[in-house]
């Protein structure tokens, strides 16, 4: 939600647009300034993420131009890309249940529980079809992760990248 603010400043009218959270706070402090981890973690996790995505989508295309299944490099990235997953979403989950929330709760876990699953369903796909089209499950799988990690950043307010 966007509330319009009018500065007077030198006989000139500035107006100002000013992004506020759903509990009324100014979206630059809805976070508590004393909590030191919760945003930084959130924020250079879902950087790492991104990479990571960005990475398994690009050794799985390389491996599925080579007309190839998924090479185990894939695989073990992917099992380390989830288990940042899950850091992640464990530390999303305690910080909302301190206190703190993105703009729309019930989106952000709705894209937080599809994070979660989307690699290992990739994965599983690409198991059960071990040639080129399994390489570009993991493909697709690498760019929707790393499409929703964006998402999920702009939600809670972290600046992406």
């Known amino acids: 939600m966007f509330v319009q603010s009018n500065f007077v400043q030198s006989n ?15 979206w630059a402090h809805a976070a508590d300034p004393t909590d030191p981890i919760a945003p930084q973690v959130i924020g250079w ?37 989830e288990v940042m997953i899950l850091v992640q979403a464990v ?8 206190g703190q929330s993105a703009d ?19 994965l599983l796909l690409a198991r059960a079809e071990r ?3 399994g390489s570009l499950v993991i493909v697709v799988g690498g760019l929707v992760l790393a499409v929703l990690v964006v998402r999920l950043q702009q939600l809670w307010g972290v600046p992406v990248g």
């Open 45 to 81: 996790l879902g950087t790492a993420l991104i990479v990571a995505a960005l990475l398994i989508a690009g050794l799985a295309g390389i491996s599925a131009l080579r007309r190839r299944g998924p090479f185990v490099l894939v695989v073990a990235a992917a099992v380390l890309t």
């Open 91 to 98: 530390v999303a989950v305690a910080v909302s249940v301190n």
């Open 12 to 26: 000139k009218v500035t107006c100002a647009y000013q992004r506020i959270s759903p509990n009324g706070q100014d």
């Open 131 to 133: 040639n080129q089209f």
């Open 104 to 122: 729309e709760p019930g989106l952000f876990f709705a894209y937080l529980v599809a994070v979660v699953l989307i690699l290992p369903a990739a």
